[in-house]
């Protein structure tokens, strides 16, 4: 039967109609009534191919007619439009991508990390490329992605990272042909927090936390532990009774694995006002409350909890202990971790050069102007 628009509407199942216009197009009507446009055609190597165009009533005939022409004039010059499609349906999304990625790669980091990871997919890659092949996503569609989250310079960077380590993947473990996109895409630049409590913060901090221990005893003791060891906030939540060994608390995994938190005298004196119990030190998970009244009491509302971390390290410089030893303290297992305090040092050593340059400038003053050195 001639493939026409009266035949097309008249067609029953079973019925085959071919156009007399465009060579191996042809209508197949479905058992259930559809008539569905397809491409007969052999391959320059002889394989037979019948590649659906589309659905009457999503396409018209002359659009079929025009994918058709399109499809022959490729496979004149030797190509393979089935093999083609089939060979980009097989392709990948960034969705299975990051399926594939999660179950190998993410699902071993840590819980903070691992949920670090999952909200970047989920919150912004996802959205934007997750239904896409891979060999879609090009250099400036991630300069784009990149644009779009200019407002959130560290959580782009972090989100860009993420991607490239997943192309990364993609290439190494999954043979994928393409490249990375990501690669050379220019990261937001980054200021680093330097945020210490003064001496007069410390002290004014202090004083409030003590108050607070008749009302909030173990909100209290957590930061004064935090204060007091340099530990993470999730360090401290995790300590359990049971992991004090003396004047350490032994930690099985923390963040940078296992871990020993000292102990100063001072800090076990915080702990012997807590009673003991079979679980963690505190019983509790984040002192967030009674921190943010204690910090905004204190004068100092911009201080966040880690950076009572960075004030253990400030104070541990100030009192001469080096770099290695810091880290030590911090549980640091690189020493470039430890490296972004330097700078105390530096200052450290200025002030210190001050103080003694001052004395010498005023023992220097007193000799001369000494009436046995004038001949007086």
């Known amino acids: 039967m001639e493939l026409n628009e009266k035949n097309l509407k008249a067609g029953q199942p079973g019925d085959v109609l071919r156009d007399a216009t465009v060579r191996g197009l042809q209508v197949r009507v479905t058992p259930a009534g559809k008539r569905v446009f397809m491409l007969y055609y052999r391959t320059k190597a002889g394989k037979e191919r019948r590649p659906k165009l589309g659905e009457y009533g999503s396409i018209t005939l002359a659009q079929a007619r025009d994918a058709a022409r399109s499809m022959l004039a490729a496979i004149a010059v030797g190509g393979d439009p089935m093999a083609d499609r089939e060979k980009e349906l097989a392709e990948p999304t960034v969705a299975d991508l990051w399926e594939r990625y999660a179950a190998a790669v993410v699902s071993r980091r840590k819980e903070r990390t691992r949920q670090a990871y999952e909200d970047a997919y989920r919150l912004h890659i996802d959205p934007k490329f997750g239904r896409k092949r891979l060999s879609e996503i090009r250099p400036f569609t991630v300069d784009d992605f990149r644009d779009g989250m200019s407002h959130k310079p560290v959580q782009a960077n972090?989100?860009?990272?993420?991607?490239?380590?997943?192309?990364?993947?993609?290439?190494?473990?999954?043979?994928?042909a393409g490249s990375n996109p990501v690669r050379g895409s220019e990261r937001f630049p980054e200021t680093k927090r330097k945020r210490y409590m003064t001496a007069a913060e410390v002290s004014r901090v202090a004083e409030l936390l003590i108050e607070e221990e008749r009302e909030n005893l173990f909100s209290s003791a957590f930061i004064q532990l935090l204060i007091l060891t340099g530990a993470r906030k999730d360090e401290i939540a995790k300590a359990?009774?049971?992991?004090?060994?003396?004047?350490?608390?032994?930690?099985?995994?923390?963040?940078?694995?296992?871990?020993?938190?000292?102990?100063?005298?001072?800090?076990?004196?915080?702990?012997?006002?807590?009673?003991?119990?079979?679980?963690?030190?505190?019983?509790?998970?984040?002192?967030?409350?009674?921190?943010?009244?204690?910090?905004?009491?204190?004068?100092?509302?911009?201080?966040?909890?880690?950076?009572?971390?960075?004030?253990?390290?400030?104070?541990?410089?100030?009192?001469?202990?080096?770099?290695?030893?810091?880290?030590?303290?911090?549980?640091?297992?690189?020493?470039?971790?430890?490296?972004?305090?330097?700078?105390?040092?530096?200052?450290?050593?200025?002030?210190?050069?001050?103080?003694?340059?001052?004395?010498?400038e005023l023992q220097m003053r007193r000799r001369v102007s000494s009436p046995a050195d004038t001949g007086s």
Not at 158 to 176: H, Q, V
Not at 341 to 354: F, K, R, W
């Open 158 to 176: 972090r989100c860009l990272a993420l991607l490239s380590a997943m192309f990364n993947y993609a290439i190494k473990r999954m043979e994928w």
């Open 240 to 360: 359990r009774w049971d992991q004090i060994k003396g004047n350490m608390i032994l930690l099985l995994d923390s963040k940078t694995g296992a871990k020993e938190i000292y102990l100063s005298p001072q800090a076990l004196d915080v702990l012997a006002k807590l009673p003991r119990t079979t679980g963690t030190l505190t019983g509790i998970n984040d002192p967030k409350k009674l921190w943010g009244k204690i910090r905004r009491a204190a004068g100092c509302p911009d201080l966040r909890i880690h950076d009572l971390r960075h004030s253990f390290a400030s104070a541990g410089i100030s009192a001469g202990l080096s770099l290695a030893q810091i880290g030590g303290l911090l549980g640091h297992k690189s020493t470039q971790t430890t490296h972004r305090y330097a700078h105390l040092i530096e200052e450290a050593g200025v002030a210190a050069a001050t103080t003694v340059g001052d004395l010498m």
